[in-house]
């Protein structure tokens, strides 16, 4: 499990990259607009994810500054690792 969970990780890293680097360096035609958006969504989306989650466990679970970070980078993928680590 923890070879999966690491692998999308790895995936969801790979899918911001492209992300900042359209930001950085616009894509040409209509893929930047698109980007764009996918990037707000992907921002918002693992935001409340990380709101709900300290929302719900922030004091019950003593995460670092990274893991709680790190939710708002790779979102379900490092929940599932909180989880695994902190909760099972």
Do not use: C
């Not at 969801?12 to 992300?19: E, R």
């Amino acid at each position: 499990m923890k070879a999966l969970i690491l692998l999308a990780k790895a995936a969801i890293a790979f899918v911001w990259a492209v992300l900042i680097a359209n930001i950085v360096h616009p894509f040409p035609g209509v893929a930047a607009m698109a980007l764009y958006i996918m990037t707000g969504f992907l921002l918002v989306m693992h935001g409340l994810q990380m709101l709900i989650f300290l929302g719900a466990f922030g004091d019950k679970v003593a995460m670092s500054r990274w893991e709680k970070w790190s939710i708002l980078i790779f979102g379900i993928f490092a929940l599932l690792d909180i989880r695994r680590k902190y909760m099972v």
